[in-house]
């Protein structure tokens, strides 16, 4: 007769083995998302039809200097973190994913989550936008092979532009300048409210006195030294996003990484509830394409 030996039961030592093995794995992925590769996927429409709702992706991160954890992850509790030097900077032309910087008056943004668009304009170029036609230093900048336009031109000023008071649209804005190190603003009255958030993210408490006078962390003063480099983004789907002209400038810091290639791509609008028409709806000549 065979004899079935009993299975000796897990031992403290075992389970803590297992989850030493299991926390090991983690770090070793958060340090390669961090430093090196992030996956991303397309939740919206702003940058149809360079990149479609669906698309799954990789982005570089190695190239603009990697960094440790800036969250807790699975929470939006910060945490200090160590970058790494850039192999080169951001330019423009480039699809990126940075850090959503917040709304146009808020200072800490309300959510923590990252945005994909393409650099219009790197630190120093002056944006403008005239029925729907961009221009960079008075060039026009085209419109992406496969981006879209396609609504009537609007006319009149919209509210929620940024800067807070300008009278431009999403179709006819600026002329801009995209703040650089070491720029100096020249403040007043009149332009106050165009840079009181600006002034207030980059750490410093501003004040604008009854008299018209202005203060800066409590000293009086007309003049403000521009202390970090800044992008300006724009979606490809340029009448279906929301992006710089909405919310303000990028610091690059906040910068993550490069688009790299599609891994994979299917129409994420279908439920999983229609797994065989969801799994039909794999587009298979965007795997592994890359993304310009």
């Known amino acids: 007769m065979k004899s079935h030996k009993k299975k000796k039961p897990s031992t403290l030592e075992d389970k803590a083995r297992s989850l030493g093995s299991l926390l090991v794995t983690l770090v070793v992925v958060l340090f390669i998302q961090s430093f090196f590769i992030q996956g991303y996927s397309t939740p919206t429409g702003s940058m ?17 200097g990697g960094s440790t954890p800036r969250f807790i992850p699975f929470t939006e509790i910060k945490l200090p973190y ?37 650099i219009i304009g790197e630190p120093g170029d002056v944006i403008e936008i005239r029925d729907q036609v961009v221009y960079v230093n008075g060039e026009v900048f085209p419109l992406p092979e496969k981006g879209i336009l396609g609504k009537p031109i609007q006319k009149n000023p919209n509210p929620l532009i940024f800067p807070k008071g300008k009278p431009w649209n999403e179709d006819n804005y600026g002329p801009l300048r995209v703040p650089k190190k070491g720029d100096v603003l020249e403040l007043n009255s009149s332009n106050f409210a165009e840079w009181d958030t600006f002034i207030k993210r980059e750490g410093h408490k501003i004040e ?31 009448n279906n996003s929301l992006d710089s002209r909405f919310w303000g400038f990028v610091k690059r810091e906040l910068i993550v990484g490069k688009a790299w290639f599609t891994y994979f791509s299917w129409n994420s609008e279908i439920p999983f509830s229609q797994p065989l028409r ?13 993304i310009r």
């Open 48 to 64: 149809l039809n360079t990149i479609l709702i669906g698309d799954k992706m990789f982005f570089n991160q190695f190239l603009f």
């Open 82 to 118: 160590i970058q790494l030097p850039a192999i080169r900077e951001p330019k423009r032309n480039d699809i990126v994913n940075f850090e959503f910087p917040g709304y146009r008056e808020e200072v800490e943004p309300s959510q923590k989550v990252q945005y994909l668009k393409r």
């Open 208 to 238: 604008l006195k009854q008299d018209g006078r202005i203060f800066i962390d409590g000293v009086e003063t007309n003049k403000y030294t521009v202390e970090n480099n800044y992008y300006f983004m724009m979606g490809d789907n340029r």
């Open 278 to 290: 969801l799994l039909a709806s794999i587009r298979w000549e965007r795997i592994g394409k890359p």
